[in-house]
């Protein structure tokens, strides 16, 4: 695969983030991919608060702060505000977490991307309300602790699969991306990029203090949840074109879920039945792309 690293830097080090955090390190890639030509909306949460506040935020380009369950419809007026004044070359960004994302800001990117708004949205999903104390939201696996689905009441219900569900938008592109594969990151980026109409990205992002895990191992746990096909890497273009991005040999789930403190109560039982919705969902997904 063709490497890309010689973009130019657009965040600075200067930001407030955990040791590890995986959405600064993703938001760098994405910005790298993009470009200086590029308008970023935020909603509430570690995406806008590590960022700092001007004049001293980390990121040098336009970064604006929406309020929680906006960031498509932001994105969406900003982007027609910028037509109206002849500029149709900055791409605007939305850049929610997983709460601003499956939950609060669902019925904002919804109506978005059915009109099709000409909007590049990427979630970066951790799995929870990070920013507020690790509370659960609907991105949150099954069996993982969060301070609202503590060891004495673990979420049963499965993760919200976001991603069919905007498929079904038929939006022109949709694709999840990982910080273990950053190439593979870039490049959907960029496609992105040149696409008209909604794109969704959808990175999965380790969270050392929410997942309980060291800080030096973001990048293994991307390449696990990969591998484990927990976080399969594909594209799907007008909901319907579904393509595998290059896949790493399958490994048993436990291999993934045994190095997280957030999963550590789970018994042998317990892990064999996320393993089977595992291997359900990786084999509806390979169904669809054939
Ligand atoms: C309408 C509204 N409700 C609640 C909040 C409080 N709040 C701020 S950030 C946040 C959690 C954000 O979670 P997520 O989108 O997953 O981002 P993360 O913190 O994980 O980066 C919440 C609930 C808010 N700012 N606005
Ligand atoms: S809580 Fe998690 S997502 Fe938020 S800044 Fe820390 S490591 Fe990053
Ligand atoms: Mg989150």
Redesign the pocket.
């Known amino acids: 695969m063709k490497r890309v690293v010689i973009e130019e830097e657009l965040l600075s080090s200067g930001h407030f983030a955990c040791p590890g955090c995986g959405?600064t390190l993703a938001f760098r890639h994405v910005l790298k991919a993009i470009g200086r030509k590029v308008a970023v909306i935020t909603?509430?949460?570690?995406?806008?608060?590590v960022d700092g506040y001007w004049p001293l935020s980390a990121s040098k380009v336009p970064f604006f702060h929406c309020?929680?369950?906006t960031a498509a419809a932001t994105a969406a007026g900003l982007k027609a505000g910028l037509e109206m004044i002849g500029d149709r070359r900055t791409t605007v960004l939305a850049w929610?977490?997983?709460?601003?994302?499956f939950?609060?800001?669902f019925q904002s990117l919804s109506g978005a991307a059915e009109r099709n708004e000409d909007i590049l949205y990427c979630c970066?999903?951790?799995e929870?309300?990070?920013?507020?104390g690790i509370?659960r939201?609907s991105?949150t696996p099954k069996g993982s602790w969060t301070t609202t689905t503590p060891i004495q009441n673990l979420k049963e219900e499965p993760k919200k699969d976001i991603d069919a569900i905007l498929a079904a938008h038929r939006i022109p592109y949709l694709a999840t991306a990982s910080l273990a594969f950053p190439e593979d990151l870039a490049r959907k980026v960029k496609k992105a990029k040149t696409i008209k109409g909604t794109r969704f990205i959808h990175l999965l992002i380790p969270?050392p203090p929410?997942w309980r895990f060291q800080p030096d191992l973001t990048i293994k746990l991307s390449r696990l949840a990969v591998e484990s096909r927990a976080f399969p890497l594909y594209e799907v273009e007008y909901g319907m074109r579904y393509q595998f991005s290059p896949m790493p040999e399958k490994i048993p789930v436990k291999e993934y879920i045994r190095v997280q403190g957030r999963f550590s109560h789970l018994s042998k039982k317990q892990i064999e039945v996320i393993q089977r919705e595992i291997d359900t969902r990786w084999e509806e997904l390979v169904d669809r792309a054939h």
């Open positions: 959405e909603t509430a949460g570690c995406g806008s608060v309020s929680f369950g929610a977490g997983d709460g601003g994302t939950d609060i800001g970066y999903d951790n929870a309300y990070m920013n507020t509370q939201s991105a969270c929410g």
